[in-house]
């Protein structure tokens, strides 16, 4: 069993930056694919960003590409999503998931493990 925690949103003007964190707890983290999605009000869950179990393929949706990073820290149980030139609508909660394959996936059902959310809001 894998257990995230996302933390590190909040309120940012537009143009400003921020950094989620995801935190897994469970040994076979380093083995497994990791994934940030976000839902906004009204709208269906979407992948924001995706990478491998080493590192080595990430993918972002169109809509962040060039602004935001995905990272992720094998050692310390973490996945990284840094976000800079923030739009208003980049406003959502962001969710960390995890995929017990170690290549990269982008769908939503591919995703076994999924944290709790933390709230992104951009202020135009």
């Known amino acids: 069993q894998v257990r995230l925690v996302e933390s590190g949103g909040g309120l940012v003007q537009a143009g400003g930056s921020l950094r989620l964190s995801c935190v897994a707890s469970?040994?076979?983290?380093?083995?497994?694919?990791m994934g940030w999605f976000r839902q906004a009000p009204g709208k269906e869950r979407e992948v924001v960003a995706a990478i491998s179990w080493n590192g080595g393929n990430t993918y972002y949706a169109d809509s962040v590409k060039g602004r935001f990073t995905i990272s992720r820290d094998n050692a310390k149980g973490t996945v990284y999503l840094q976000m800079n030139s923030l739009k208003p609508e980049d406003t959502a909660v962001y969710y960390c998931a995890g995929a017990t394959v170690p290549f990269m996936v982008v769908s939503a059902a591919s995703y076994d493990y999924w944290g709790q959310g933390t709230q992104v809001t951009v202020s135009s």
């Open positions: 469970g040994r076979t983290f380093s083995s497994y694919a």
